[in-house]
């Protein structure tokens, strides 16, 4: 599952991130590494970009984005 897929009020721990360079980078650079927990607060009226809460901020995620963060389910 990536984090394009999920839904509000799920919680989803980050599995393995994909994509080279730059854009991986940037991910990384958010604070979505290996390991680390998401709540998914809300998702835009038109699907896009989601919103989620990791390492205790809040942050916007293009689904472009989410679809290279493989993740799964903790709870939700």
């Given at each position: 599952m990536t984090l394009k897929d999920s839904?509000?009020?799920?919680t989803l721990k980050v599995i393995k991130i994909s994509g080279e360079g730059a854009i991986k980078r940037r991910i990384m650079?958010?604070?979505?590494?290996?390991?680390?927990?998401?709540h998914i607060r809300k998702v835009a009226p038109?699907?896009?970009?989601?919103?989620?809460?990791v390492r205790g901020y809040e942050l916007s995620v293009r689904k472009e984005d989410g679809q290279m963060i493989e993740t799964e389910i903790i709870s939700g």
């Open positions: 839904k509000p009020g799920q650079d958010m604070g979505i590494t290996k390991g680390v927990e998401l038109l699907g896009d970009p989601v919103e989620l809460t």
